[in-house]
């Protein structure tokens, strides 16, 4: 995925150029939001490991120390930004894209399995520099039925290209690898929710001139993670 210039500029390019507008109204309210009250901080620790990176939570807050939601954040008692609705809209059409994808290409005979429909009420935003990483792990906080139903975890990944980890085990050497590129949406739901997943490497300068061009993204990744509490 990912894009060039010809994706916003080919006419017969609808999808993408309405990815590429997404990509660029995500950013920016990211940016205004993320300088507001509840806006970006440098999270400490996660399970013993320095984060390296920033974040900002929308919805809920989540507090990487507890490993638990909250309505404000312990350390400033900033309530977190609502999801905007456009970003609602945005991870409606990504689940309904994805189950279409699921079913072209099922085989006839064999039972599909449909990502089920989530409600988001937190988004984590993260922003990554090129020395951003996060270590394998679960997204496991939130409610029982939330992960019993296994409600997806949506991912948007924008800005420099992400090296993404993922697998059975907290094993960095058994993950599997795949390079997330600006634009591009990783769902993980169903039997597959509490995969372990990190980021072992952000690519510099990957981003798509025309996307840092028109929202002066600084050099880094910008993700966004969409679960239901
Ligand atoms: O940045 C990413 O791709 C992963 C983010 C993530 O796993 C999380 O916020 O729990
Ligand atoms: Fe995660």
Same mark, same amino acid.
């Given at each position: 995925?990912?894009?060039?210039?010809?994706?916003?500029? &080919?006419?017969?390019?609808?999808?993408?150029?309405?990815?590429?507008?997404?990509?660029?109204?995500?950013?920016?309210?990211?940016?205004?939001?993320?300088?507001?009250?509840?806006?970006?901080?440098? @999270?400490? $620790?996660?399970?013993?490991?320095?984060?390296?990176?920033?974040?900002?939570?929308?919805?809920?807050?989540? +507090?990487?120390?507890?490993?638990?939601?909250?309505?404000?954040?312990?350390?400033?008692?900033?309530?977190? !930004?609502?999801?905007?609705?456009?970003?609602?809209?945005?991870?409606?059409?990504?689940?309904?894209?994805? =189950?279409?994808?699921?079913?072209? =290409?099922?085989?006839?005979?064999?039972?599909?399995?449909?990502? !089920?429909?989530?409600?988001?009420?937190?988004?984590?935003?993260?922003? $990554?520099?090129?020395?951003?990483?996060?270590?394998?792990?679960? +997204?496991?906080?939130?409610?029982?039925?939330?992960?019993?139903?296994?409600?997806?975890?949506?991912?948007?990944?924008?800005?420099?290209?992400?090296?993404?980890?993922?697998?059975?085990?907290?094993?960095?050497?058994?993950?599997?690898?795949? +390079?997330?590129?600006?634009?591009?949406?990783?769902?993980?739901?169903?039997?597959?929710?509490?995969?372990?997943?990190?980021?072992?490497?952000?690519?510099?300068? &990957?981003? @798509?001139?025309?996307? &840092?061009?028109?929202? =002066?993204?600084?050099?880094?990744?910008? =993700?966004?993670?969409?679960?239901?509490?």
């Amino acid at each position: 995925m990912g894009g060039g210039d010809d994706e916003i500029r &080919t006419p017969a390019a609808f999808p993408q150029r309405q990815k590429a507008r997404e990509s660029v109204n995500i950013i920016k309210r990211c940016q205004r939001l993320g300088v507001g009250s509840g806006g970006f901080y440098i @999270p400490g $620790y996660r399970d013993g490991a320095k984060l390296n990176l920033r974040m900002m939570c929308l919805g809920k807050n989540w +507090d990487p120390n507890s490993h638990s939601y909250g309505d404000t954040r312990p350390f400033d008692g900033a309530q977190p !930004p609502n999801i905007p609705e456009e970003f609602k809209k945005i991870v409606k059409d990504a689940i309904q894209a994805s =189950n279409e994808f699921l079913k072209q =290409n099922a085989r006839a005979a064999s039972a599909v399995e449909e990502v !089920p429909p989530l409600s988001p009420d937190i988004c984590l935003v993260n922003f $990554y520099t090129s020395s951003g990483r996060l270590g394998l792990h679960q +997204d496991k906080d939130e409610t029982k039925p939330s992960l019993h139903k296994g409600l997806p975890v949506v991912l948007f990944s924008l800005g420099d290209t992400a090296e993404f980890l993922y697998g059975d085990v907290k094993d960095d050497d058994k993950a599997s690898k795949v +390079d997330l590129e600006s634009g591009d949406v990783l769902i993980f739901g169903g039997n597959s929710r509490l995969i372990f997943h990190g980021v072992s490497r952000i690519k510099p300068k &990957t981003a @798509p001139k025309w996307l &840092t061009d028109e929202t =002066n993204l600084r050099p880094g990744r910008l =993700n966004l993670t969409f679960r239901q509490y």
